[in-house]
């Protein structure tokens, strides 16, 4: 069991929150959270480089000069790989790196990265995270105030709000997904995870939820 405190807005501790990481995950595999990780970095890449091989590059193809009686090694086009401003020899093509694990084990890494990160008490609970309005100026305060402002920092919020999201998103180093997005690499890659006491539970009832089906 992990006693995580709560705050408010002005960075006073408000109360305990009590949680296991066992709810989310009952071990930690590291080998799972590896493949799932590289799975979505694999799934981000554009594949879009491309380089020119023989059939691509300007230059004549016949041959530079005759192929007995010169005493040279026999040489053929001048686009060759091995001659200046020839073509690649294994030349890049766009492709699509992109693959899929399956579901559950996609799903049970996002739970043990959670555990991870509760187990390591990098999580900062605040009673709550709203908006009237857009206003990245009030959350750069509460992130000061928390003293989190100068780490990469992953706010995880109960549903989708778009005052939040728009009062988050232009915070240099600081991103923004409600709890039913979370995925392992989303979740690893910050050094802290900010969410309110609701997102928290809405967390648990989920993980609650996939243990039991």
Do not use: C, W
């Not at 001048?78 to 093509?93: C, D, E, L, Y």
């Not at 084990?105 to 555990?115: D, F, H, N, P, S």
């Amino acid at each position: 069991m992990v006693s995580l405190p709560v705050y408010d807005r002005n960075g006073a501790k408000v109360g305990d929150y009590e949680v296991d990481p066992a709810e989310f995950a009952a071990s930690i595999n590291k080998q799972l959270l590896h493949d799932v990780v590289v799975m979505y970095q694999a799934n981000l890449r554009q594949g879009s480089a491309r380089n020119k091989n023989r059939t691509d590059v300007a230059g004549t193809t016949k041959k530079m000069y005759r192929q007995k009686g010169t005493g040279n090694a026999r040489a053929g086009s001048r686009r060759s790989n091995i001659r200046v401003g020839g073509g690649r020899a294994f030349a890049k093509r766009p492709r699509d790196f992109s693959y899929r694990l399956p579901r559950k084990a996609v799903q049970l890494a996002t739970r043990m990265a959670v555990a991870s990160k509760v187990a390591d008490q990098r999580v900062t609970l605040i009673d709550r995270l709203s908006f009237t309005a857009p206003k990245t100026k009030e959350m750069a305060a509460v992130l000061k105030a928390l003293k989190i402002g100068q780490q990469s920092l992953l706010v995880a919020t109960e549903n989708y709000d778009v005052n939040a999201v728009k009062s988050i998103r232009n915070l240099a180093g600081v991103s923004v997904l409600p709890v039913s997005d979370l995925n392992a690499l989303a979740v690893l890659r910050p050094r802290r995870i900010l969410m309110s006491v609701a997102a928290m539970d809405s967390l648990r009832r989920g993980a609650a939820q996939r243990e039991a089906s």
